[in-house]
T-cell receptor, first 114, second 113 residues
Framework: AQKVTQAQTEISVVEKEDVTLDCVYETRDTTYYLFWYKQPPSGELVFLIRRNSFDEQNEISGRYSWNFQKSTSSFNFTITASQVVDSAVYFC???????????FGSGTRLQVQP | DADVTQTPRNRITKTGKRIMLECSQT?????MYWYRQDPGLGLRLIYYSFDVKDINKGEISDGYSVSRQAQAKFSLSLESAIPNQTALYFC????????????FGAGTRLSVL
C-alpha cells in the first residue's frame, strides 16, 4: 500500500521568512511519481510540480524549490522569502503506475503573516 | 472557462436524499477521477475511469456510484445521502500516460443534514 505523510499540520511564518514543507512517502513501486499541489483559500487545487523516481535532481522555480531524496523517501518543498499570497494548504501526493490515481498526504496549512 | 467544471459548487441536502454531482471537461482527457476531501485527511479516491467503458472503485466507494456518460462527463451519485458524506468533492482528469498530472475542478461542497 502507498502512503504519504505530511507531519506538519500547520506552519505560521512572517513574510520574507523561508519555510520548508516536509513530505515522506512509502511505496513498493520502483517507478513512481511525486507531486505537490497548492490549495489556496478559494479551494481549488493547483498543480505545482511533478517528479519521477528516476530523477533526483533538485528543482528550483522562482521562489520555490524541491528536494527529492530517494534514500530517505522524502520530497520536501521550500518557499524562499515567503509572501502572504503563499498562504494555502499544500499537498504532497504519490502517483502509482497502475491506477494512475494519486495518494495524498493530509496537507500542511501554511500561514504567512504580513 | 474552466477546463474541468463541477456542478453544483455548493449543495445542502437532507439525510436519505439522492444527489448527483456532475463533472465535465474540455481537456480531451480519457481518465477521470472523483476524490473526497475531509479536514485533516487530505483527498481520498472514490472512483476512477480510464475511458467510457471502464469504471473502477477507489478506496472509499461504499455509498457512492458513478456514471461515465461520455469521454467528457463523469457523474458521482449518492443514492441515499448520510451526514458523514458531508465533504468537499473534487473531480480530476488526466492524460493516459505515466506520471500523469491530474487537473482538478473547483470542487463541490456538500452538506448532508
Amino acid at each position: 500500500a502507498q502512503k504519504v505523510t505530511q507531519a506538519q499540520t500547520e506552519i505560521s511564518v512572517v513574510e520574507k521568512e523561508d519555510v520548508t514543507l516536509d513530505c515522506v512517502y512509502e511505496t513498493r513501486d520502483t517507478t513512481y511519481y511525486l507531486f505537490w499541489y497548492k490549495q489556496p483559500p478559494s479551494g481549488e487545487l493547483v498543480f505545482l510540480i511533478r517528479r519521477n523516481s528516476f530523477d533526483e535532481q533538485n528543482e528550483i522555480s522562482g521562489r520555490y524549490s524541491w528536494n527529492f531524496q530517494k534514500s530517505t523517501s522524502s520530497f520536501n518543498f521550500t518557499i524562499t522569502a515567503s509572501q502572504v499570497v503563499d498562504s494555502a494548504v499544500y499537498f504532497c501526493a504519490l502517483g502509482d503506475t497502475g491506477r494512475r490515481a494519486l495518494t495524498f498526504g493530509s496537507g500542511t496549512r501554511l500561514q504567512v503573516q504580513p | 472557462d474552466a477546463d474541468v467544471t463541477q456542478t453544483p459548487r455548493n449543495r445542502i441536502t437532507k439525510t436519505g436524499k439522492r444527489i448527483m454531482l456532475e463533472c465535465s471537461q474540455t481537456k480531451g482527457h480519457d481518465r477521470m477521477y472523483w476524490y473526497r476531501q475531509d479536514p485533516g485527511l487530505g483527498l481520498r479516491l472514490i472512483y476512477y475511469s480510464f475511458d467510457v467503458k471502464d469504471i473502477n472503485k477507489g478506496e472509499i466507494s461504499d455509498g457512492y456510484s458513478v456514471s461515465r456518460q461520455a469521454q467528457a462527463k463523469f457523474s458521482l451519485s449518492l443514492e441515499s445521502a448520510i451526514p458523514n458524506q458531508t465533504a468537499l468533492y473534487f473531480c480530476a482528469t488526466s492524460e493516459n500516460e505515466r506520471g500523469n498530472i491530474q487537473y482538478f475542478g473547483a470542487g463541490t461542497r456538500l452538506s448532508v443534514l
